[in-house]
Protein backbone atom coordinates (compact mmCIF):
# COMPACT_ATOMS: atom_id res chain seq x y z
CA UNK A 1 0.00 0.00 0.00
CA UNK A 2 1.20 3.71 -0.90
CA UNK A 3 1.35 5.22 2.53
CA UNK A 4 -1.19 7.62 1.67
CA UNK A 5 -4.02 5.37 -0.78
CA UNK A 6 -6.14 5.30 2.66
CA UNK A 7 -6.39 8.74 2.58
CA UNK A 8 -6.96 9.07 -0.92
CA UNK A 9 -9.70 6.71 -0.80
CA UNK A 10 -11.69 8.02 2.14
CA UNK A 11 -11.62 11.71 0.17
CA UNK A 12 -12.86 10.37 -2.36
CA UNK A 13 -15.38 8.76 -0.82
CA UNK A 14 -16.23 11.99 0.67
CA UNK A 15 -16.59 13.66 -2.38
CA UNK A 16 -18.73 10.23 -3.39
CA UNK A 17 -21.42 11.10 -1.15
CA UNK A 18 -21.59 15.38 -1.65
CA UNK A 19 -22.20 14.20 -5.14
CA UNK A 20 -24.74 11.88 -5.21
CA UNK A 21 -26.90 13.66 -2.42
CA UNK A 22 -26.32 17.13 -4.56
CA UNK A 23 -25.35 16.30 -7.88
CA UNK A 24 -27.29 15.01 -10.92
CA UNK A 25 -26.04 11.95 -11.32
CA UNK A 26 -28.98 10.06 -12.65
CA UNK A 27 -28.54 8.75 -16.03
CA UNK A 28 -29.64 11.11 -18.77
CA UNK A 29 -31.40 8.94 -21.27
CA UNK A 30 -31.67 5.69 -20.29
CA UNK A 31 -34.28 3.87 -17.95
CA UNK A 32 -34.40 1.09 -16.21
CA UNK A 33 -36.83 -0.25 -18.94
CA UNK A 34 -38.99 -1.33 -15.57
CA UNK A 35 -41.48 0.84 -16.89
CA UNK A 36 -41.89 -1.55 -19.76
CA UNK A 37 -43.25 -4.04 -17.43
CA UNK A 38 -46.97 -4.47 -17.28
CA UNK A 39 -48.46 -6.41 -14.50
CA UNK A 40 -51.84 -7.84 -15.12
CA UNK A 41 -55.03 -5.82 -12.86
CA UNK A 42 -57.20 -8.30 -11.10
CA UNK A 43 -60.06 -6.47 -10.36
CA UNK A 44 -61.25 -9.22 -8.23
CA UNK A 45 -58.44 -10.47 -5.73
CA UNK A 46 -60.24 -12.06 -3.39
CA UNK A 47 -57.28 -11.25 -0.93
CA UNK A 48 -57.24 -8.70 2.66
CA UNK A 49 -54.39 -6.70 2.43
CA UNK A 50 -53.20 -8.01 5.48
CA UNK A 51 -52.82 -11.51 3.97
CA UNK A 52 -50.14 -10.07 1.80
CA UNK A 53 -47.25 -11.81 3.15
CA UNK A 54 -44.13 -9.63 2.04
CA UNK A 55 -41.68 -11.64 3.61
CA UNK A 56 -39.04 -13.83 2.21
CA UNK A 57 -35.94 -16.00 3.62
CA UNK A 58 -32.44 -14.68 1.97
CA UNK A 59 -29.19 -16.69 3.20
CA UNK A 60 -30.45 -18.15 6.06
CA UNK A 61 -31.92 -14.84 7.07
CA UNK A 62 -35.83 -13.65 7.05
CA UNK A 63 -37.15 -10.27 5.83
CA UNK A 64 -40.02 -8.53 6.15
CA UNK A 65 -39.77 -7.68 2.48
CA UNK A 66 -37.32 -8.90 -0.19
CA UNK A 67 -35.67 -5.46 -0.02
CA UNK A 68 -32.03 -4.27 0.58
CA UNK A 69 -30.07 -1.35 1.41
CA UNK A 70 -27.67 -1.60 -1.04
CA UNK A 71 -24.18 -0.97 -0.67
CA UNK A 72 -22.73 2.19 0.12
CA UNK A 73 -20.08 3.55 2.22
CA UNK A 74 -17.99 3.10 5.55
CA UNK A 75 -14.77 4.03 6.21
CA UNK A 76 -15.18 7.58 7.68
CA UNK A 77 -17.29 8.77 10.64
CA UNK A 78 -19.52 10.88 8.18
CA UNK A 79 -20.12 7.12 6.83
CA UNK A 80 -20.38 5.28 9.78
CA UNK A 81 -23.51 8.18 11.07
CA UNK A 82 -25.25 7.05 7.65
CA UNK A 83 -24.20 3.44 8.14
CA UNK A 84 -25.26 3.66 11.31
CA UNK A 85 -28.78 5.33 10.47
CA UNK A 86 -29.16 2.75 7.75
CA UNK A 87 -28.79 -0.28 10.00
CA UNK A 88 -31.54 1.15 12.71
CA UNK A 89 -34.18 1.83 9.81
CA UNK A 90 -33.44 -1.90 8.13
CA UNK A 91 -33.39 -3.34 11.84
CA UNK A 92 -36.82 -1.61 12.40
CA UNK A 93 -38.46 -2.87 9.76
CA UNK A 94 -36.67 -6.23 8.94
CA UNK A 95 -34.78 -5.48 5.87
CA UNK A 96 -31.17 -6.49 4.56
CA UNK A 97 -27.97 -3.82 4.65
CA UNK A 98 -25.05 -3.77 2.66
CA UNK A 99 -21.89 -2.10 3.36
CA UNK A 100 -19.81 0.07 1.06
CA UNK A 101 -16.60 -1.32 -0.12
CA UNK A 102 -14.95 -2.41 3.35
CA UNK A 103 -11.23 -1.48 1.53
CA UNK A 104 -10.41 0.73 4.14
CA UNK A 105 -10.79 -1.92 6.47
CA UNK A 106 -8.65 -4.45 4.33
CA UNK A 107 -5.89 -1.36 3.94
CA UNK A 108 -5.69 -0.52 7.53
CA UNK A 109 -7.79 -2.23 9.50
CA UNK A 110 -10.34 1.09 9.70
CA UNK A 111 -13.56 -0.78 10.43
CA UNK A 112 -15.48 3.01 11.13
CA UNK A 113 -19.24 2.13 10.11
CA UNK A 114 -18.35 -1.36 9.15
CA UNK A 115 -19.86 -2.58 12.84
CA UNK A 116 -23.65 -2.31 13.18
CA UNK A 117 -24.43 -5.35 15.05
CA UNK A 118 -24.51 -3.29 18.54
CA UNK A 119 -27.65 -1.76 16.51
CA UNK A 120 -28.82 -4.06 14.32
CA UNK A 121 -28.40 -7.60 15.76
CA UNK A 122 -31.00 -9.43 13.18
CA UNK A 123 -31.24 -8.28 9.91
CA UNK A 124 -29.10 -9.77 6.81
CA UNK A 125 -25.63 -7.58 6.76
CA UNK A 126 -23.56 -7.90 2.86
CA UNK A 127 -19.99 -7.36 3.28
CA UNK A 128 -18.51 -5.54 0.17
CA UNK A 129 -14.91 -5.65 -1.92
CA UNK A 130 -14.29 -4.66 -5.42
CA UNK A 131 -12.87 -7.60 -7.36
CA UNK A 132 -9.17 -5.71 -7.76
CA UNK A 133 -8.98 -5.97 -4.62
CA UNK A 134 -10.61 -9.12 -3.74
CA UNK A 135 -7.68 -10.30 -5.96
CA UNK A 136 -5.23 -8.99 -3.74
CA UNK A 137 -6.32 -10.96 -0.91
CA UNK A 138 -5.90 -13.67 0.86
CA UNK A 139 -9.02 -15.90 1.67
CA UNK A 140 -8.30 -15.70 5.26
CA UNK A 141 -8.24 -11.80 4.80
CA UNK A 142 -11.56 -11.37 3.96
CA UNK A 143 -12.24 -13.85 6.20
CA UNK A 144 -11.43 -11.65 8.83
CA UNK A 145 -12.82 -8.57 7.51
CA UNK A 146 -16.04 -10.38 7.16
CA UNK A 147 -16.33 -11.42 10.73
CA UNK A 148 -15.27 -8.03 11.98
CA UNK A 149 -17.95 -6.25 10.85
CA UNK A 150 -20.59 -9.00 11.29
CA UNK A 151 -21.40 -9.57 7.99
CA UNK A 152 -23.57 -12.80 6.58
CA UNK A 153 -22.44 -12.68 3.34
CA UNK A 154 -19.57 -10.88 1.07
CA UNK A 155 -20.46 -8.51 -2.15
CA UNK A 156 -17.42 -8.43 -4.64
CA UNK A 157 -18.33 -5.27 -6.68
CA UNK A 158 -17.49 -5.46 -10.83
CA UNK A 159 -17.17 -2.05 -11.52
CA UNK A 160 -15.12 -1.89 -15.10
CA UNK A 161 -17.23 1.32 -16.41
CA UNK A 162 -16.42 3.57 -13.45
CA UNK A 163 -12.80 2.78 -12.91
CA UNK A 164 -11.46 3.82 -16.96
CA UNK A 165 -12.91 7.06 -15.84
CA UNK A 166 -11.93 7.48 -12.23
CA UNK A 167 -8.09 9.76 -12.58
CA UNK A 168 -5.92 6.81 -11.29
CA UNK A 169 -8.80 4.57 -11.50
CA UNK A 170 -8.04 -0.14 -12.13
CA UNK A 171 -6.53 -0.82 -15.80
CA UNK A 172 -6.02 -4.32 -15.10
CA UNK A 173 -9.32 -6.53 -15.03
CA UNK A 174 -7.27 -9.90 -15.46
CA UNK A 175 -7.81 -12.26 -13.31
CA UNK A 176 -11.34 -11.59 -12.11
CA UNK A 177 -13.05 -15.27 -12.62
CA UNK A 178 -9.95 -17.06 -11.24
CA UNK A 179 -10.58 -14.48 -7.74
CA UNK A 180 -14.04 -15.05 -8.19
CA UNK A 181 -13.47 -19.01 -8.96
CA UNK A 182 -11.05 -19.22 -5.33
CA UNK A 183 -12.90 -17.26 -3.29
CA UNK A 184 -16.48 -19.86 -4.46
CA UNK A 185 -13.88 -22.85 -3.33
CA UNK A 186 -12.61 -21.27 0.47
CA UNK A 187 -14.82 -18.07 1.63
CA UNK A 188 -17.30 -19.85 4.15
CA UNK A 189 -20.03 -18.04 3.50
CA UNK A 190 -22.46 -16.86 0.60
CA UNK A 191 -20.33 -14.61 -2.37
CA UNK A 192 -22.75 -11.86 -4.44
CA UNK A 193 -21.25 -11.37 -7.54
CA UNK A 194 -22.33 -7.59 -7.93
CA UNK A 195 -22.50 -4.66 -10.48
CA UNK A 196 -22.17 -1.05 -9.89
CA UNK A 197 -25.17 0.79 -12.29
CA UNK A 198 -24.11 -0.99 -15.81
CA UNK A 199 -25.85 -4.43 -15.47
CA UNK A 200 -24.56 -7.81 -15.68
CA UNK A 201 -25.20 -9.61 -19.97
CA UNK A 202 -26.02 -13.05 -20.35
CA UNK A 203 -22.93 -14.31 -21.05
CA UNK A 204 -21.36 -13.00 -17.65
CA UNK A 205 -24.31 -14.42 -16.41
CA UNK A 206 -23.45 -17.83 -18.10
CA UNK A 207 -19.74 -17.44 -16.82
CA UNK A 208 -20.69 -16.64 -13.25
CA UNK A 209 -23.35 -19.91 -13.46
CA UNK A 210 -20.90 -22.19 -14.84
CA UNK A 211 -18.35 -21.50 -12.04
CA UNK A 212 -21.22 -22.67 -9.55
CA UNK A 213 -21.78 -19.10 -8.53
CA UNK A 214 -25.22 -18.87 -6.30
CA UNK A 215 -25.93 -15.22 -6.16
CA UNK A 216 -25.51 -11.99 -8.33
CA UNK A 217 -26.67 -8.20 -8.16
CA UNK A 218 -27.43 -7.41 -11.55
CA UNK A 219 -27.16 -3.57 -10.60
CA UNK A 220 -28.52 -2.30 -13.73
CA UNK A 221 -28.70 0.96 -15.69
CA UNK A 222 -31.52 3.27 -14.87
CA UNK A 223 -30.89 4.72 -11.70
CA UNK A 224 -27.05 6.22 -10.28
CA UNK A 225 -24.81 6.40 -12.90
CA UNK A 226 -21.21 5.93 -11.64
CA UNK A 227 -19.73 6.98 -15.11
CA UNK A 228 -21.17 9.99 -14.28
CA UNK A 229 -20.21 10.51 -10.72
CA UNK A 230 -16.67 9.91 -11.72
CA UNK A 231 -17.42 12.37 -14.68
CA UNK A 232 -18.61 15.11 -12.03
CA UNK A 233 -15.38 14.35 -10.06
CA UNK A 234 -12.96 15.14 -12.83
CA UNK A 235 -14.75 17.50 -15.42
CA UNK A 236 -12.34 18.48 -18.22
CA UNK A 237 -12.52 18.28 -21.82
CA UNK A 238 -10.11 15.18 -22.07
CA UNK A 239 -12.58 13.11 -20.12
CA UNK A 240 -14.10 10.37 -21.56
CA UNK A 241 -16.89 10.33 -19.07
CA UNK A 242 -19.34 12.61 -21.04
CA UNK A 243 -19.40 9.88 -23.96
CA UNK A 244 -19.77 6.92 -21.18
CA UNK A 245 -22.55 8.67 -19.16
CA UNK A 246 -25.32 6.57 -20.15
CA UNK A 247 -23.39 3.50 -20.59
CA UNK A 248 -24.58 0.03 -19.11
CA UNK A 249 -27.96 -2.58 -19.39
CA UNK A 250 -31.27 -1.68 -17.81
CA UNK A 251 -32.12 -3.19 -14.70
CA UNK A 252 -35.12 -4.86 -16.44
CA UNK A 253 -33.22 -6.01 -19.30
CA UNK A 254 -30.23 -7.24 -16.86
CA UNK A 255 -32.81 -9.45 -15.42
CA UNK A 256 -34.41 -10.94 -18.88
CA UNK A 257 -30.67 -11.63 -19.88
CA UNK A 258 -29.94 -13.34 -17.14
CA UNK A 259 -33.42 -15.19 -17.69
CA UNK A 260 -33.18 -19.40 -16.67
CA UNK A 261 -29.75 -19.62 -15.96
CA UNK A 262 -29.26 -20.83 -12.34
CA UNK A 263 -28.32 -17.89 -10.40
CA UNK A 264 -30.65 -16.09 -7.83
CA UNK A 265 -30.58 -12.65 -9.10
CA UNK A 266 -30.84 -9.07 -6.71
CA UNK A 267 -32.45 -5.93 -8.92
CA UNK A 268 -30.52 -2.88 -7.85
CA UNK A 269 -30.23 0.45 -9.96
CA UNK A 270 -33.17 2.69 -10.47
CA UNK A 271 -35.46 0.57 -8.22
CA UNK A 272 -36.72 3.28 -6.42
CA UNK A 273 -40.56 1.99 -5.64
CA UNK A 274 -42.61 -0.84 -4.59
CA UNK A 275 -44.82 -0.89 -7.70
CA UNK A 276 -40.97 -1.36 -10.06
CA UNK A 277 -39.96 -3.79 -6.85
CA UNK A 278 -42.46 -5.88 -7.89
CA UNK A 279 -41.85 -5.70 -11.53
CA UNK A 280 -38.06 -6.64 -10.93
CA UNK A 281 -39.52 -9.56 -8.74
CA UNK A 282 -42.03 -10.79 -11.56
CA UNK A 283 -38.85 -10.78 -13.83
CA UNK A 284 -37.27 -13.29 -11.63
CA UNK A 285 -35.47 -11.61 -8.89
CA UNK A 286 -35.72 -12.87 -5.70
CA UNK A 287 -35.08 -9.27 -3.95
CA UNK A 288 -33.98 -5.78 -4.58
CA UNK A 289 -31.79 -3.38 -3.64
CA UNK A 290 -31.88 0.13 -3.41
CA UNK A 291 -29.09 2.99 -3.02
CA UNK A 292 -29.24 6.86 -3.96
CA UNK A 293 -32.59 7.66 -2.59
CA UNK A 294 -32.09 6.54 0.94
CA UNK A 295 -28.26 8.83 1.13
CA UNK A 296 -30.83 11.07 0.35
CA UNK A 297 -33.39 10.92 2.92
CA UNK A 298 -30.94 9.92 5.49
CA UNK A 299 -29.07 13.44 4.66
CA UNK A 300 -32.34 15.17 5.56
CA UNK A 301 -34.12 13.19 7.69
CA UNK A 302 -31.96 10.61 9.69
CA UNK A 303 -32.62 7.26 10.32
CA UNK A 304 -36.76 8.16 10.10
CA UNK A 305 -36.27 9.66 7.14
CA UNK A 306 -35.09 6.12 5.98
CA UNK A 307 -37.37 4.36 7.57
CA UNK A 308 -40.37 6.38 5.94
CA UNK A 309 -38.91 6.22 2.61
CA UNK A 310 -38.55 2.18 3.19
CA UNK A 311 -42.47 1.90 4.31
CA UNK A 312 -43.79 3.54 1.61
CA UNK A 313 -41.82 0.98 -0.60
CA UNK A 314 -43.03 -1.86 1.29
CA UNK A 315 -46.36 -0.29 1.20
CA UNK A 316 -46.44 -0.24 -2.72
CA UNK A 317 -45.04 -3.57 -2.85
CA UNK A 318 -47.83 -5.01 -0.80
CA UNK A 319 -50.34 -2.58 -2.88
CA UNK A 320 -48.96 -4.14 -6.40
CA UNK A 321 -49.37 -7.97 -5.00
CA UNK A 322 -52.94 -7.62 -3.46
CA UNK A 323 -53.67 -5.76 -7.41
CA UNK A 324 -51.81 -8.75 -9.15
CA UNK A 325 -54.19 -11.25 -7.23
CA UNK A 326 -50.23 -12.09 -5.46
CA UNK A 327 -50.54 -13.48 -1.56
CA UNK A 328 -46.26 -14.25 -1.51
CA UNK A 329 -43.34 -12.81 -3.04
CA UNK A 330 -43.10 -16.08 -4.78
CA UNK A 331 -46.57 -15.49 -6.40
CA UNK A 332 -44.84 -12.75 -8.37
CA UNK A 333 -42.75 -15.11 -9.89
CA UNK A 334 -45.85 -16.82 -12.39
CA UNK A 335 -47.45 -13.42 -12.99
CA UNK A 336 -48.00 -13.32 -16.49
CA UNK A 337 -46.26 -10.02 -18.13
CA UNK A 338 -47.18 -7.65 -20.71
CA UNK A 339 -43.68 -6.17 -21.82
CA UNK A 340 -42.88 -3.09 -24.21
CA UNK A 341 -41.03 -4.23 -27.44
CA UNK A 342 -37.71 -2.24 -26.34
CA UNK A 343 -37.12 -4.57 -23.13
CA UNK A 344 -38.28 -7.60 -25.03
CA UNK A 345 -35.99 -7.02 -27.61
CA UNK A 346 -33.61 -8.00 -24.52
CA UNK A 347 -35.00 -11.29 -23.90
CA UNK A 348 -32.49 -14.63 -24.71
CA UNK A 349 -33.70 -17.17 -27.70
CA UNK A 350 -36.22 -19.76 -25.97
CA UNK A 351 -36.27 -17.78 -22.04
CA UNK A 352 -38.28 -19.15 -19.85
CA UNK A 353 -40.21 -16.06 -18.92
CA UNK A 354 -41.29 -16.11 -22.68
CA UNK A 355 -43.98 -18.72 -21.64
CA UNK A 356 -45.68 -15.93 -19.74
CA UNK A 357 -45.53 -13.08 -22.06
CA UNK A 358 -49.41 -12.64 -22.67
CA UNK A 359 -48.63 -9.16 -25.22
CA UNK A 360 -46.03 -7.39 -26.32
CA UNK A 361 -46.48 -3.59 -26.29
CA UNK A 362 -45.61 -0.69 -28.44
CA UNK A 363 -44.58 2.54 -28.11
CA UNK A 364 -42.93 3.80 -24.21
C1 LIG B 1 -22.85 6.94 -2.41
C2 LIG B 1 -22.81 5.58 -3.06
C3 LIG B 1 -21.69 4.76 -2.85
C4 LIG B 1 -21.64 3.49 -3.43
N1 LIG B 1 -20.57 2.65 -3.12
C5 LIG B 1 -20.63 1.35 -3.52
C6 LIG B 1 -19.65 0.42 -3.07
O1 LIG B 1 -18.74 0.75 -2.32
N2 LIG B 1 -19.76 -0.88 -3.48
C7 LIG B 1 -20.77 -1.29 -4.31
O2 LIG B 1 -20.88 -2.48 -4.62
N3 LIG B 1 -21.67 -0.41 -4.78
C8 LIG B 1 -21.64 0.88 -4.39
N4 LIG B 1 -22.60 1.76 -4.82
C9 LIG B 1 -23.52 1.34 -5.89
C10 LIG B 1 -24.89 0.95 -5.39
O3 LIG B 1 -24.83 -0.16 -4.50
C11 LIG B 1 -25.83 0.63 -6.56
O4 LIG B 1 -25.36 -0.53 -7.22
C12 LIG B 1 -25.94 1.77 -7.57
O5 LIG B 1 -25.85 3.04 -6.95
C13 LIG B 1 -27.29 1.73 -8.31
O6 LIG B 1 -28.36 1.79 -7.40
P1 LIG B 1 -29.28 3.10 -7.17
O7 LIG B 1 -29.79 3.51 -8.50
O8 LIG B 1 -30.34 2.63 -6.20
O9 LIG B 1 -28.39 4.15 -6.55
C14 LIG B 1 -22.69 3.04 -4.27
C15 LIG B 1 -23.80 3.88 -4.48
C16 LIG B 1 -23.88 5.12 -3.88
C17 LIG B 1 -25.09 5.98 -4.13
Known amino acids: MMPDEGAT?????DDHLDLCIQGDVAFKT???LLSQVDLIHDALPEISFDQVDSSVEIMGRRLSAPILVAAMTGGTRRAQRINRDLARAAQQLGLGLGFGSQRVQLLNGNTLGFQ?????????????IGIVQARGASTDQLE?????????????????????????GDRDFRGGLDTLARLRESLSMPLVVKETGCGLSRSVGQRLSDLGMQWVDVSGAGGTSWVGVETLCNPGASSPGPAFWDWGIPTAASLLQLDGLPLRKIATGGVYNGLDAARALALGASAVGIARPLLVAQNSGGAEGVQHRLELMISELRMAMLLTGCKTVRDLASQPLVLGAELAAWAPPRSQISSRIQGMRRGP
Do not use: Y
Open 9 to 13: VRRRK
Open 30 to 32: RST
Open 116 to 128: VRDLAPDILVLGN
Open 144 to 168: EMLALSGADALCVHLNPAMELVQRG
